[in-house]
């Protein structure tokens, strides 16, 4: 467990409260996932990560770094406009501190999106996936460590790590919206490379639709501390392990970007929804 972990996140909590910042909804934007979502609120505030307290700062270049603070849809929602990453050498608690504070911050829903692999034979990059759940295949958990017991349980139950509400809501908005968004499993992998042609047959075996590097450190915290989430994987590249095809970051991030539109206006009609 990070030493003085309590602390930190005290500390980190203050900070944003000492400028104002009381959200309804968080949001956590993905690789290559941010601009257009960012053009739909109205920002009040952006905050840098080094300038909080304790908080990580983002090493992906995909990834700005920033806290965003406005209102969106009548609705105060604080976004971190690019995430942090356990290959990227810090810590699980370090990965999913955010997720801590938003909750003591008094965030009510976490939207969660991410960049992953594509599965599934029958779906095509460039859809959206919709996670129903997920297999946890990173070599360590945030939750590893004395537990803070005031904030959850010991030994949290995830079940159901992604809230139904949520998630019906989801799919309700993309039929009307008539948005493929796909409905599977995601596999966390500790990356930062991506798969070889077994692990890709692996992953596709034990039933994965999707892999990624990302998104379950956040979702198993914020499950602990009762934060109701959601995640979206917008599905950037084809994982076939038959065919194998080489990709970079570039083409990732590109197809993300195209992608981003259909994102945007879920995750935006979401929170108009949300009470």
């Not at 604080?78 to 909750?103: D, N, P, T």
């Not at 008094?106 to 759940?133: F, R, T």
């Not at 939750?143 to 139904?164: C, I, Q, T, V, W």
Request: with cysteine; proline share 5%; hydrophobic share 40%.
């Amino acid at each position: 467990m990070w030493k003085d972990y309590e602390q930190a996140i005290n500390e980190a909590t203050n900070y944003l409260r000492d400028k104002k910042i009381s959200p309804d909804i968080a949001v956590i934007l993905g690789t290559g996932l941010g601009n257009a979502f960012i053009d739909k609120i109205k920002v009040v505030q952006t905050i840098p990560y080094n300038q909080v307290p304790h908080f990580p700062v983002s090493t992906v270049a995909s990834h700005k770094g920033q806290w965003v603070y406005g209102t969106l849809n009548k609705k105060k929602v604080l976004v971190m406009q690019g995430r942090i990453h356990y290959y990227e050498g810090y810590s699980m608690q370090q990965v999913s501190l955010a997720v801590r504070v938003m909750k003591r911050l008094g965030v009510k829903y976490l939207l969660i999106s991410n960049a992953a692999g594509n599965l599934n034979e029958g779906w095509q990059k460039g859809e959206l996936m919709l996670l129903q759940d997920h297999i946890n295949l990173q070599p360590d958990n945030p939750l590893r460590g004395s537990n803070l017991a005031h904030e959850g349980p010991r030994f949290p139950d995830m079940s159901s790590p992604y809230s139904k509400l949520l998630n019906d809501k989801l799919i309700a908005i993309a039929s009307k919206q008539k948005v493929k968004l796909h409905q599977g499993v995601y596999a966390a992998v500790m990356g930062p490379n991506l798969e070889t042609r077994a692990e890709y047959r692996y992953l596709h075996t034990i039933g994965a639709d999707a892999v990624g590097m990302s998104t379950v450190p956040e979702v198993l915290v914020a499950n602990h501390c009762g934060l109701p989430c959601c995640a979206v994987s917008v599905l950037t590249n084809d994982a076939n392990y038959d065919k194998p095809r080489r990709v970079e970051l570039k083409e990732i991030i590109e197809v993300a970007g195209r992608s981003e539109k259909n994102l945007t206006e879920l995750y935006s009609e979401l929170i108009k929804q949300l009470k």
